[in-house]
């Protein structure tokens, strides 16, 4: 399907969760001088305004990042602080880096990027999103198929981020097929699966299948906050990490506890 656009969701607490995790995560694996590879399901346009009306219209951003940097949860040196700055910096203070934008301000010449978005508008925005870095490769395809095929990456070394919109309910028998299918061919790479936590609990048996495959370095991290408005279903967001790198854990846990706080 490709009704989903990610700009009125932009900046949400889920993104906040997502986003601060894979930071941290690309963080680390750049600190050692050796290159590597990172690759994206479900790419978005990369670079949101959060003044825009559909951002506005739905109040995501003022009860996500907005509350999030009003409370201090990312002092200046914290990589996704950092990221957020830079983005300012260049676009205005309206300006909100999707995960691809993280990505490539993250990562360094030698190092390769492989991102999926079938939306042809999203597809075309995050092609002008990334041309400044001219670091990534921006496949219009589907994301699924795209971690298949190019799976194990070269370098071998890397991280793929697995974010659907979960708007296909199929989603959550095809994901977890995906990621193991790719850990048993890429059994060195970090895999970040986020979700959403919804009535109904859709994700429950997902992650049940994937913490039964026994896989290496597992990390589940799930938060809870309360809705952006009325009628906003979505009231969590949860991370399935393999092979997690150094140092991750410590930051959900720091994130569980100021997401805590909020209630």
Known sequence: ?????????AGNMADVHKHALLAVALDYLTRKDKPLSYLETHAGRGLYFLDAPEAVKTGEAAEGIARAEAAGWFPADHPYARRLAQTRALHG????PGSPLIAAQSLRPGDVAHLAELHPREHEALVAALAPHGLAQVHREDGVQMALSRTPPTPRRGLMLVDPSYEVKDDYDAIPRMIL???????VGVLMLWYPILPGGMHVQMVKTLEAAGLPGALRHEVRFGAAREGHRMTGSGMFIVNAPWGLADEADRLSGLFKALR
């Open 1 to 9: 399907m490709l009704s989903y656009q990610h700009l009125y969701h």
């Open 93 to 96: 203070a309206s300006a909100y």
């Open 181 to 187: 299918s790719v850990h048993r061919k890429w059994n």
